[in-house]
């Protein structure tokens, strides 16, 4: 966690991250006047590092440091209850997505085995065109020095039939991997511009 | 209402060919036993899911775009999705381009009008079936048993968005449940997150959000739980062993799909139901099959 | 015609941008003006002098001032003009400041601008007439619509002051919610104890006739001359007779009528009387309940009343009454909480509004003054209040503050703790609005001598558990989730306008805004005038508000409505349309079209049909003006030609630069 302790201002103030978490989501951060709404409906606040109400306060504030590196962004699971309840409807849903993956062009992921397991997923569907779990799961345990990783379940899952040993590759994963390469250019791009 | 031979393009989504195969297999009797005509989109791919929007919502919606523009091709206007996380990925695909971003069909270079329209297995259930249909059709009914309906977290959520049933006391599911003769009591959780995708990564979080799901429901006194979510089952059955260890407890509380409870009460053959696949066994839940209805039209009158 | 050309350059705000010397030395070149100037503010006491006296020097016979918005100050110069003995429509105001100087930043345009206005300004006033207005007497009767406290307060001054006072109140009883509360704050007095007695007042004032249960039906007229149809709504009982006595409430047997009165919480009788204090205090039966009118059945109140007074066949009356001013005092409603499915949208009878938690302590209310829960007549141990809840809440259209919930939750957390040793109570709030006189120090009290626990953030949900309730909230000081596991919740319910008020604005021809509150003249000037003469506003129909700004602002209805009241006649407008009769071919399309029914036929003595403008009705809108095919009817000093005449010297000015 980036604590936030005594600010000068306007020296430690990021406009311009402002500027970027307000364009990318679409959402008008100054319309939070901080009811606290959103954290009180939000079901992983107890895990979070900042509750989400005061995310969207370090954003006004310019703390792009202290969002980006927080944890709540990457423990945040997208279930929609702050945006559904906000009495200023802003998306805040949508503003933590915006913040995932700035983090990830930052390279400020706070909490890698989650970044970990989402890339293995993502290599999956680049290469299969779909999401092998026994791959995936084989992958994560090794990367993430997790052996052990559901291996209670192992048993019954397979018993049940529940999870294929070979992937199931589709004829168009080339025109996956094109979306991918085109998604790649498309990044670089913008990072150059 | 029913209506005979409905074409929709279907979308599987990976978790339902892999871990939670059991909710396929139970849609698919379903509908066909309804005369709803599923049309598997060919060559489907991964939508992205969590893992792709949190790396950029863009490479998300193209890959989700891609399955809408084969099912556009497919000429039909409906696509219909079991997982409510892939339903979001399709929607969001729809949203970039109604929002005009170029950026979006430069990326899928695929020919896409943003015509179609996705809705999830419970909205086709609710809406284009109904309650009164099932109430009709069913041979079984679930008399004396408590279900609780739960919904999780995105079927109705945010509400511009989802455009289905009420965000915060959904009752769809309660409709259907009651249609088949199940008791539904009043559920205060019905879209408490279960803990999403935490399950391999921070599985306490797992523990701790179905445990109280779970709690709640044995509370209630109920036989079942019912889930229209394949993330939501998992957690929930699957890895109900890994929430009793969290809570120090036995719950031992049968999770089933909305389809293989309306797949048993209209007399699907339950091997076709995926019942079998079920971790938790729900045997008890449906021994009592040998129960047929004295009178369809005392039923109807009803 | 001698025009003078008075050019003000308002300290910098005009001349900042403006160059007034130079267009008062081309004014001089335009034909008819003979003297023209600049200075420094017109229409202080020197400038206004500096006009009279070039009037008489110059022997002018009109004058244009080049300065602000005649909103501004055209009643001003015209007085001055008058008193210099020109008729006062011989005098034309260019606006050069808000449509002109406080524009642009560039001179050169600026003054050009300026001189084009001057400019049709002069060739207008070459077109004007003097015109006169006519005295038309004042009906100096007040009609007071609302009877809660503002009304109450409006009515008692005005008859205080010998005027003549009709009220027209929609319920039952006058008192509004004020008579529903128990205590108020910021002093703790007992509602009814100081309300009961103005309620009195009115009752037995014999300048005030009061029409309860009643509504206005049509209203027609214009200011000193109003008539107003007032529906005198069937109560089934005849209120002459009935004494109050209330034996009818003991015996009826339909006991499940809605208790309008305390909100719901209660059932009452058929036929009832709302309140012990009621005034007036006559029964009435709710038709949608008594037996006799569902099924023909009972009678009993009309067997046992003993001064026979119960009238099953009454039907609705009509009453005219003629009044010169009306005072609009309609009050509010509360916002419905039910949008509010987090909170269980009205289905959870243990979470009740701030309107049913003052009935529950209030000695008349349902249980007796005791705060119990509606669900199951247990004391509450651990009562939630929750702030905001339909106030400052743009997804629901409500963005606005409702300006007294902060107040009533803490007195309504005083009074909890008071009534009920040892119980817990929370307020969820996100701001503190506590402005009045001890009002900051009233909300401290509750926190530091009351113990009241404030935490500052909303509340996500509510959900049973068991008998009670979780309350599902967050402190945003401390960055954690709070839940409280709550026997009772009060959502403090925002304050919304009152059912109809926006078909009773149309009645009256007064605007609102977006939420129905009714639009006074100037937000911060004029706060009891609206746009249309003689109707006034008092009280939260004119915007949120708590009793002691609802009383000022009875207070200062009444004064203007004195003030109105205080000459014998009223002149009238001269700016109104006026028929040439000669021109007029009798087509009837002014008729037609006049929004106000001001046109008339009139026959001539040769049998000809013509147009008739009646002046004490017409607005001066114009819109005969715009339809009249041979434009035979005009709206004097406004007339085709005048405006004609400006444009024309606008289109063939100079080409500038």
């Given at each position: 966690?980036?604590?936030?302790?005594?600010?000068?201002?306007?020296?430690?103030?990021?406009?311009?991250?402002?500027?970027?978490?307000?364009?990318?989501?679409?959402?008008?951060?100054?319309?939070?006047?901080?009811?606290?709404?959103?954290?009180?409906?939000?079901?992983?606040?107890?895990?979070?590092?900042?509750?989400?109400?005061?995310?969207?306060?370090?954003?006004?504030?310019?703390?792009?440091?202290?969002?980006?590196?927080?944890?709540?962004?990457?423990?945040?699971?997208?279930?929609?209850?702050?945006?559904?309840?906000?009495?200023?409807?802003?998306?805040?849903?949508?503003?933590?997505?915006?913040?995932?993956?700035?983090s990830v062009e930052e390279d400020t992921v706070s909490i890698k085995n989650i970044q970990l397991f989402y890339d293995e997923f993502i290599n999956s569907v680049k290469i299969f065109g779909r999401v092998f779990e026994t791959g995936l799961l084989a992958k994560y345990n090794l990367k993430a020095k997790k052996p052990f990783t559901d291996i209670d379940l192992a048993p019954k899952v397979l018993k049940k039939g529940k999870l294929p040993i070979i992937p199931h590759r589709i004829r168009g994963r080339k025109q996956v991997s094109d979306i991918f390469k085109r998604f790649e250019d498309y990044r670089n791009k913008k990072n150059i511009d | 209402m029913s209506q005979t031979a409905k074409r929709i393009a279907y979308y599987p989504g990976c978790s339902v060919t892999g871990t939670t195969v059991e909710f396929d297999q139970s849609t698919r009797a379903l509908c066909t036993a309804l005369g709803i005509e599923l049309e598997e989109i060919p060559d489907w791919n991964c939508c992205g899911s969590t893992p792709a929007h949190s790396y950029d919502p863009l490479l998300g919606a193209a890959l989700a775009g891609r399955n809408l523009a084969l099912a556009e091709e497919m000429g039909l206007d409906i696509v219909m999705t079991p997982c409510p996380s892939c339903l979001k990925a399709l929607k969001e695909a729809?949203?970039?381009?109604?929002?005009?971003?170029?950026?979006?069909?430069?990326?899928?270079?695929?020919?896409?009008?943003?015509?179609?329209?996705?809705?999830?297995?419970?909205?086709?259930?609710?809406?284009?079936?109904?309650?009164?249909?099932?109430?009709?059709?069913?041979?079984?009914?679930?008399?004396?048993?408590?279900?609780?309906?739960?919904?999780?977290?995105?079927?109705?959520?945010?509400?511009?968005?989802?455009?289905?049933?009420?965000?915060?006391?959904?009752?769809?599911?309660?409709?259907?449940?009651?249609?088949?003769?199940?008791?539904?009591?009043?559920?205060?959780?019905?879209?408490?997150?279960?803990?999403?995708?935490?399950?391999?990564?921070?599985?306490?979080?797992?523990?701790?959000?179905?445990?109280?799901?779970?709690?709640?429901?044995?509370?209630?006194?109920?036989?079942?739980?019912?889930?229209?979510?394949?993330?939501?089952?998992?957690?929930?059955?699957?890895?109900?062993?890994?929430?009793?260890?969290?809570?120090?407890?036995?719950?031992q509380m049968p999770v089933v799909y909305i389809t293989q409870l309306l797949g048993f009460t209209l007399g699907i053959d339950p091997k076709k139901l995926g019942l079998d696949k079920l971790f938790v066994s729900a045997d008890d839940l449906f021994k009592e099959k040998s129960e047929p209805l004295e009178n369809q039209t005392q039923l109807k009158s009803a | 015609m001698r025009i003078g050309v008075f050019i003000c350059k308002c300290g910098t705000n005009i001349a900042a941008t403006v160059d007034t010397e130079a267009v008062a030395r081309k004014a001089l070149e335009y034909p008819d003006v003979v003297y023209a100037t600049d200075y420094m503010y017109t229409c202080s006491e020197p400038g206004q002098q500096e006009i009279q006296q070039a009037i008489e020097e110059y022997d002018l016979q009109g004058v244009v001032v080049a300065a602000c918005s005649p909103r501004m100050h055209e009643v001003t110069f015209r007085r001055a003009v008058e008193k210099a003995g020109l008729n006062r429509y011989m005098f034309e105001q260019a606006n050069i400041r808000e449509h002109c100087s406080w524009i642009s930043k560039d001179t050169e345009a600026n003054t050009r601008k300026a001189i084009d206005l001057v400019r049709m300004s002069v060739e207008k006033l070459r077109f004007n007439e003097p015109l006169f207005s006519s005295q038309v007497p004042i009906n100096k009767r007040v009609l007071v619509i609302g009877g809660g406290i503002s009304g109450i307060q409006a009515a008692l001054d005005c008859a205080e002051g010998g005027l003549d006072v009709v009220m027209v109140e929609r319920e039952?009883?006058?008192?509004?919610?004020?008579?529903?509360?128990?205590?108020t704050f910021p002093t703790i007095d007992c509602s009814s104890c100081i309300l009961g007695p103005k309620m009195v007042d009115v009752a037995q004032n014999e300048n005030i006739r009061l029409y309860a249960y009643s509504e206005i039906e049509s209203v027609s007229g214009y200011m000193g001359n109003f008539k107003v149809g007032i529906r005198k709504k069937a109560t089934y009982v005849d209120w002459d007779a009935c004494t109050g006595c209330g034996l009818c409430m003991e015996k009826c047997p339909a006991k499940k009528s809605f208790d309008g009165f305390n909100e719901g919480l209660d059932t009452t009788t058929a036929i009832n009387i709302p309140f012990p204090?009621?005034?007036?205090?006559?029964?009435?039966?709710?038709?949608?309940?008594?037996?006799?009118?569902?099924?023909?059945?009972?009678?009993?109140?009309?067997?046992?009343?003993?001064?026979?007074?119960?009238?099953?066949?009454?039907?609705?009356?009509?009453?005219?009454?003629?009044?010169?001013?009306?005072?609009?005092?309609?009050?509010?409603?509360?916002?419905?909480?039910?949008?509010?499915?987090?909170?269980?949208?009205?289905?959870?009878?243990?979470?009740?509004?701030?309107?049913?938690?003052?009935?529950?302590?209030?000695?008349?209310?349902?249980?007796?003054?005791?705060?119990?829960?509606?669900?199951?007549?247990?004391?509450?141990?651990?009562?939630?209040?929750?702030?905001?809840?339909?106030?400052?809440?743009?997804?629901?259209?409500?963005?606005?503050?409702?300006?007294?919930?902060?107040?009533?939750?803490?007195?309504?957390?005083?009074?909890?703790?008071?009534?009920?040793?040892?119980?817990?109570?929370?307020?969820?709030?996100?701001?503190?609005?506590?402005?009045?006189?001890?009002?900051?120090?009233?909300?401290?009290?509750?926190q530091e001598d009351y113990g009241v626990q404030y935490i500052r953030g909303r509340v996500g949900k509510i959900y049973p558990e068991g008998e009670r309730l979780v309350v599902q909230g967050m402190d945003t000081l401390l960055g954690t989730q709070v839940e409280v596991d709550a026997d009772l919740v009060v959502l403090a319910t925002g304050v919304a306008a009152s059912a109809g008020a926006k078909d009773l604005?149309?009645?009256?021809?007064?605007?609102?805004?977006?939420?129905?509150?009714?639009?006074?003249?100037?937000?911060?000037?004029?706060?009891?005038?609206?746009?249309?003469?003689?109707?006034?506003?008092?009280?939260?129909?004119?915007?949120?508000?708590?009793?002691?700004?609802?009383?000022?602002?009875?207070?200062?209805?009444?004064?203007?409505?004195?003030?109105?009241?205080?000459?014998?006649?009223?002149?009238?407008?001269?700016?109104?349309?006026?028929?040439?009769?000669?021109?007029?071919?009798?087509?009837?399309?002014?008729?037609?079209?006049?929004?106000?029914?001001?046109?008339?036929?009139?026959?001539?003595?040769?049998?000809?049909?013509?147009?008739?403008?009646?002046?004490?009705?017409?607005?001066?809108?114009?819109?005969?003006?715009?339809?009249?095919?041979?434009?035979?009817?005009?709206?004097?000093?406004c007339t085709d030609d005048q405006i004609l005449a400006e444009i024309d010297v606008l289109c063939a000015g100079e080409r500038h630069g």
């Open positions: 966690m980036t604590l936030v302790n005594g600010l000068r201002m306007p020296r430690d103030c990021d406009d311009n991250f402002i500027h970027q978490v307000e364009t990318e989501s679409r959402q008008q951060i100054s319309k939070c006047y901080q009811c606290g709404n959103c954290s009180a409906s939000c079901a992983y606040t107890y895990v979070y590092d900042y509750p989400v109400n005061q995310i969207m306060r370090l954003i006004q504030l310019g703390q792009k440091e202290a969002v980006l590196r927080s944890r709540s962004i990457w423990l945040c699971a997208d279930c929609q209850a702050c945006t559904t309840r906000c009495p200023c409807n802003i998306d805040i849903a949508r503003v933590m997505e915006t913040l995932r993956f700035l | 729809i949203r970039k381009y109604e929002e005009k971003q170029q950026s979006f069909l430069d990326i899928l270079q695929m020919p896409f009008s943003g015509q179609i329209r996705a809705i999830s297995v419970l909205q086709m259930l609710y809406e284009d079936i109904g309650p009164k249909t099932i109430r009709e059709k069913i041979r079984y009914r679930l008399t004396n048993k408590v279900i609780i309906p739960y919904y999780g977290c995105l079927l109705s959520r945010p509400p511009e968005f989802a455009r289905f049933d009420d965000p915060e006391n959904p009752i769809s599911m309660d409709k259907l449940l009651q249609a088949m003769g199940a008791s539904v009591p009043e559920f205060p959780y019905k879209t408490e997150c279960c803990g999403a995708a935490y399950g391999v990564t921070q599985n306490h979080i797992v523990g701790k959000m179905t445990g109280r799901i779970l709690d709640m429901a044995r509370r209630l006194g109920a036989a079942a739980v019912a889930v229209a979510c394949p993330l939501c089952q998992q957690n929930l059955d699957l890895r109900q062993s890994q929430v009793n260890r969290y809570w120090h407890t036995t719950f | 039952s009883t006058i008192g509004g919610k004020m008579a529903k509360l128990d205590k204090q009621a005034i007036p205090k006559r029964a009435r039966i709710d038709p949608k309940y008594c037996w006799y009118m569902i099924k023909e059945k009972c009678r009993i109140c009309q067997k046992i009343c003993p001064v026979d007074a119960i009238r099953f066949d009454m039907k609705h009356e009509t009453v005219v009454e003629e009044v010169g001013a009306i005072i609009v005092a309609t009050g509010f409603d509360l916002v419905d909480h039910s949008v509010y499915g987090e909170y269980g949208a009205g289905q959870y009878p243990d979470v009740i509004t701030g309107m049913q938690f003052e009935r529950l302590v209030n000695a008349s209310g349902p249980y007796g003054g005791h705060i119990l829960r509606p669900s199951d007549g247990k004391e509450p141990k651990n009562i939630v209040f929750i702030a905001c809840v339909g106030s400052r809440d743009p997804s629901i259209g409500r963005p606005y503050c409702s300006g007294i919930c902060c107040m009533y939750i803490a007195k309504q957390a005083i009074l909890a703790r008071d009534h009920i040793q040892d119980c817990n109570c929370y307020v969820f709030y996100i701001d503190i609005r506590a402005p009045g006189k001890n009002y900051e120090e009233f909300v401290r009290r509750a604005a149309e009645k009256l021809r007064i605007s609102y805004d977006e939420y129905g509150f009714y639009m006074e003249s100037h937000p911060k000037l004029r706060p009891v005038e609206t746009n249309t003469a003689g109707v006034f506003l008092a009280g939260v129909c004119q915007g949120p508000k708590d009793i002691p700004a609802s009383v000022a602002q009875g207070s200062a209805a009444a004064a203007k409505t004195q003030a109105l009241f205080s000459r014998d006649t009223i002149e009238t407008d001269p700016q109104i349309a006026s028929v040439n009769e000669r021109m007029c071919i009798g087509c009837g399309k002014c008729i037609d079209v006049c929004p106000f029914g001001s046109i008339q036929w009139k026959t001539l003595r040769d049998g000809s049909q013509k147009a008739e403008v009646l002046d004490t009705v017409c607005q001066g809108c114009g819109l005969c003006n715009a339809t009249c095919p041979p434009k035979a009817i005009q709206l004097q000093h």
